[in-house]
């Protein structure tokens, strides 16, 4: 006879030393005894928009996430959804220039005061923190920026193009520290406006275009946070422009959050409510693509300071939400803190990862000196 809903789901989270209204900070809380069939029905998807809905809960729902995610038990409930997102993606660019705008309206646009109560206050930096010598949010976003300028051994007179750019952080850090000229190309209206108006009077260009629209031809090519929206369809033609716009004796930086897999679907619900189109490459698929143009210098994965990173941004969120209740609402609170946290855990488990790499267009003469 086949086991109940209820049964599935508690028989799946007890393989993960989870148990149901337990007293342990990752235990899974029923809100609405109707959440085991929806779970069982719809899998990743609709775990995440129960939650939104108030029908279930952890008291750390980091720690929830890093068990579950620890003992691979996603793939139980998951699968379904996952091999339909794999076909969809087959069938057509989820990040053509038109569906990219999508995510820019929905996630990056949301307002420049909501992400300044969440990010670091200097900086802006939307992207994993390196903790290595670092105390604070501010300090591991400054450290971040400082490692990136240092291994594309950036000098004063250098030109760089960034393909993103976030709020600006990045071109002013390298403007103001290392003496570049850099150009953006980004397509959030409200990220260019803030960029723009943070980068006065230094000598930062900022373009609201597509990436795919750069040209010209630089001493260093840098993407932060980036190649998270361009997709599998894309890889070779963004490694391409890289290499394009990149001089001869030029680097190339690529910083990306990963998969340990490789595969043709993003979750579900990441996708449908966070990042439209977003995916996350894997090392297969990034070496692959880099092949014809690059020779890869470098190779850096700390992705377990993401978990910090984004406890902080987490802590942030928390105590500005008075500031933002009446605008977004309980569900979209709830949705944020979802998000926030089920990644927090993911790194934590070393499901997912942050690498970044460093290219060439011929390969360092006498060798790349690798920056720590």
């Known amino acids: 006879m086949k086991p109940s809903a209820e049964t599935f789901v508690r028989s799946i989270l007890a393989r993960a030393g989870i148990e149901v209204n337990g007293s342990r900070p990752w235990d899974f809380q029923v809100h609405d005894s109707r959440v085991f069939r929806r779970l069982a029905a719809g899998g990743s998807l609709a775990a995440g928009e129960a939650y939104m809905d108030g029908w279930w809960g952890a008291t750390a729902l980091d720690r929830f996430f890093e068990r579950l995610l620890r003992a691979r038990l996603e793939t139980s409930v998951i699968r379904p959804v996952s091999v339909l997102g794999g076909l969809l993606a087959r ?22 005061a909501f992400y300044e109560a969440m990010l670091d206050p200097k900086w802006m930096q939307y992207t994993c923190a390196y903790w290595r010598r670092a105390a604070t949010l501010a300090e591991a976003q400054e450290a971040k920026l400082d490692l990136v300028c240092r291994k594309l051994a950036l000098k004063p007179g250098h030109t760089v193009l960034e393909l993103g750019g976030g709020w600006g952080g990045f071109a002013r850090y390298a403007a103001e520290n290392y003496g570049a000229s850099v150009t953006v190309y980004n397509i959030s209206q409200q990220q260019v406006l803030s ?6 009077d230094l000598p930062v260009t900022i373009h609201q275009r597509d990436y795919r629209d750069a040209e010209g031809s630089f001493d260093r090519v840098v993407s932060i946070g980036l190649c998270e929206h361009v997709g599998p369809g894309n890889y070779s033609k963004f490694l391409l422009l890289k290499a394009r716009c990149l001089k001869e004796d030029g680097l190339a930086l690529l910083h990306t959050i990963g998969s340990n897999f490789t595969k043709t679907w993003s979750d579900p619900w990441i996708e449908r409510y966070i ?3 977003g995916f996350l490459p894997s090392l297969r698929q990034l070496t692959s693509a880099a092949e ?5 210098e470098d190779v850096h994965n700390f992705g377990a300071d993401y978990d ?8 942030n969120f928390s105590r500005n939400w008075p500031h933002f209740r009446d605008k977004y609402g309980e569900r979209f609170r709830r949705m944020w803190e979802y998000y926030l946290l089920s990644c927090s855990g ?3 488990a070393r499901k997912i990862q942050l690498w970044q790499f460093v290219y060439s267009k011929k390969g360092v003469e006498g060798g790349y000196p690798s920056v720590r």
């Open 91 to 112: 069938l057509g660019n989820p990040q053509s220039r038109r569906r990219s705008l999508r995510v820019a309206k929905t996630h990056y646009d949301l307002g420049n």
């Open 195 to 200: 960029a723009r108006e943070r980068c006065r």
């Open 275 to 277: 990042f439209p189109g």
């Open 292 to 296: 014809p143009f690059f020779v890869t």
């Open 308 to 315: 910090p990173t984004l406890m902080a941004w987490y802590e």
């Open 346 to 348: 993911a790194f934590r």
